[in-house]
Nanobody, 121 residues
Framework: QVQLVESGGGLVQPGGSLRLSCAIS????????MGWYRQAPGKQRELVAG???????NYLDSVKGRFTISRDNAKNTVYLQMNSLKPEDTAVYYC???????????????WGQGTQVTVSS
């Protein structure tokens, strides 16, 4: 069993910063790809940032230069540092992790419960 616990969301003014965390626990053999998605009301869920096992990253064009994804393999945690936040960044943010559980031959994808980020004055 694998659990994902997200934290760090909240209300922030435009131009402000937040850092999201997603801690993964349970029967983990290996963590590979990790990422953050978001879903705004009435819109489809979209990939915001991803990081693979080698540390390579990719970003949604609209967040490049403002958001930074990172991972701490010792803590089984993925972070999303969000700077210069804009109202259009308002959404529920979900972490997404590819995990090979102990005793499994393949990996599977797990989702966090979601954390609300609201950017408003």
């Amino acid at each position: 069993q694998v659990q994902l616990v997200e934290s760090g969301g909240g209300l922030v003014q435009p131009g402000g910063s937040l850092r999201l965390s997603c801690a993964i626990s349970g029967s983990i053999f290996r963590l590979t790809a990790m990422g953050w998605y978001r879903q705004a009301p009435g819109k489809q869920r979209e990939l915001v940032a991803g990081i693979n096992g080698g540390g390579s990253t990719n970003y949604l064009d609209s967040v490049k230069g403002r958001f930074t994804i990172s991972r701490d393999n010792a803590k089984n945690t993925v972070y999303l540092q969000m700077n210069s936040l804009k109202p259009e960044d308002t959404a529920v943010y979900y972490c997404n992790v590819e995990v090979r559980p102990i005793g499994w031959d393949t990996s599977r994808v797990y989702w966090g419960q979601g954390t609300q980020v609201t950017v408003s004055s």
